[in-house]
């Protein structure tokens, strides 16, 4: 079966460091992939995704994500953070037709 | 444009009661999808719809039922409730498989 693996619960960072998101995903084709972010209480909102051609997407707030396929992986980095990227991140894989498979979430803590 | 509305957005529910979740899009997409968030577990989905009188099971569906009689809403009914049902509900839509799904606010519903 489909699935996506976002091993790190939570991460703190230092305002400013820079950040890196895991994400790997087990599914047979080439899927489309997708990161999202949901601050508290709030809904999710999409940050980059990738269909196909170049493997490094660029995204909103900064955020680029590259596609490595030997690794079956879909890293979510950025240079910089501030501390409004404080937040839940979501990998996700499309695995055909409607079917959106989520990971369970990393959450980003940044310190002052 | 509104997007994706759901109501309402917080609801308390005694176990055995029924009720109803609603979600309206006014982009008109033609997919649309229920998910149920619970803490470590990432989004999961219920049921999802390909258009208007077509709808079929996510990954948890049981106790779960939908219709989609219009391309514009998809309510979600809970006819037992039960404690399981404990969860934040989101509601999404995309014009087409490989699009952008957005995401309503959610509903946070407790089943005592």
Redesign the interface.
């Known amino acids: 079966a489909q699935s ?1 693996t976002q091993p790190d ?1 939570h991460i703190t960072v230092s305002e400013g460091a820079s950040l890196e998101l895991r994400c790997n995903y087990s599914y047979g084709a080439t899927p ?1 992939l ?1 990161w ?1 972010v949901q601050s508290p209480g ?5 940050l980059l ?1 990738y ?1 196909s051609g170049d493997t490094l997407v660029q995204g909103i707030k900064g955020f680029e994500a590259e596609f490595k396929r030997s690794q079956s992986s879909f890293n979510l980095r950025k240079p910089s953070v501030h501390w409004s990227d404080a937040a839940e991140y ?1 990998c ?1 894989v ?1 695995t ?10 990393t959450r980003l803590l940044v310190s002052p | 444009n509104a997007g994706v509305t759901q109501t309402p957005k917080f609801q308390v529910l005694k176990t055995g009661q029924s009720m109803t979740l609603q979600c309206a899009q006014d982009m008109n997409h033609e ?1 649309m ?1 229920w ?1 149920r968030q619970d803490p ?6 219920i049921h ?1 719809s ?1 258009g208007a009188g077509i709808t ?1 099971q ?1 990954e948890v569906p049981n106790g779960y039922n939908v219709s989609r009689s219009t391309t514009e809403d998809f309510p979600l009914r809970l006819l037992s409730a039960a404690p399981s049902q404990t969860s934040v509900y ?1 509601c ?1 839509s995309r014009l087409r ?2 699009d ?2 957005y ?4 509903t946070r519903l407790t089943v005592l």
């Open positions: 996506v619960i489309y997708f999202y709030q809904g999710l909102q999409l995704k269909f979501f996700a499309n055909g037709f409607q079917k959106l498979v989520f990971g369970t979430g | 997919y999808s998910y470590g577990m990432g989004l999961r989905l999802y390909v079929d996510g989101f999404a498989p490989s952008t799904q995401f309503g606010p959610g």
